[in-house]
């Protein structure tokens, strides 16, 4: 069974920090690229950022570029997301999800996702 | 600005009817569609790509059309597990983007 658990959300101030974790099983992690998609509260469905399969390739939404980093461990089946400086527009919820050609693939694989909510 | 947009807002309708969703694309968009089913809690799920192929364990209730600009998703009738918010989203141009969703609600 495929599975995509993420963590490592919570409440956060502005101008803070914190790194989100998906770990995958049930399918051959390494042959896909892996996604982070956003969705604000009351709000459609926003793709974060991307990485290629052996981490050579990363993109970005023009909004997060500069603050935001994607990495994968491959020998733990895991991304993971480090969110810095981070503002109120950031409140959402990040999903996991996978996809065999970075962005020019439908997602098949999603995690249930992990909240992060950024308030003073 | 490429945009998608989806409409209606919001569907109501009554189990055992029909449900007809649509997603038109500012640009061609050839016919590489996804649609996606959301529900609270649970992790969302691909439901068609390439605008007409069913996902994996998909039931033959879902179907996908169109191509280019014009997309629909319709559901021959609906079940109670199918009250949900459905998102379309493009993957031909950069960055893949997404709809703002339809929300199916019972009637």
């Known amino acids: 069974e495929v599975q995509l658990v993420e963590s490592g959300g919570g409440l956060v101030q502005p101008g803070g920090s914190l790194r989100l974790s998906c770990a995958a099983s049930?399918?051959?992690?390494?042959?896909?690229?892996m996604n982070w998609v956003r969705q604000a509260p009351g709000k459609g469905l926003e793709w974060v950022a991307n990485i290629k399969q052996d981490g050579s390739e990363k993109y970005y939404v023009d909004s997060v570029k500069g603050r935001f980093t994607i990495s994968r461990d491959n020998a733990k089946n895991s991304v993971h997301l480090q969110l810095n400086s981070l503002r109120a527009e950031d409140t959402a919820v990040y999903y996991c999800?996978?996809?065999?050609?970075?962005?020019?693939?439908?997602?098949?694989?999603w995690g249930q996702g992990t909240l992060v909510t950024v308030s003073s | 600005e490429k945009v998608m947009t989806q409409s209606p807002a919001t569907l109501s309708v009554s189990p055992g009817e029909r449900a007809t969703l649509s997603c038109r694309a500012s640009q061609s968009v050839s016919n590489n569609l996804a649609w996606y089913q959301l529900k609270p809690g649970q992790a969302p799920r691909l439901l068609i790509y390439g605008a007409s192929t069913r996902a994996t364990g998909i039931p033959v209730r879902f179907s996908g059309s169109g191509s280019g600009t014009e997309f629909t998703l319709t559901i021959s009738s609906l079940q109670s597990e199918d009250f949900a918010v459905y998102y379309c989203q493009q993957y031909n141009n950069w960055p893949p983007e997404f709809g703002q969703g339809t929300k199916v609600d019972i009637k």
């Open positions: 049930g399918f051959t992690f390494t042959s896909y690229w």
């Open positions: 999800a996978s996809s065999l050609g970075g962005g020019y693939d439908p997602f098949d694989y």
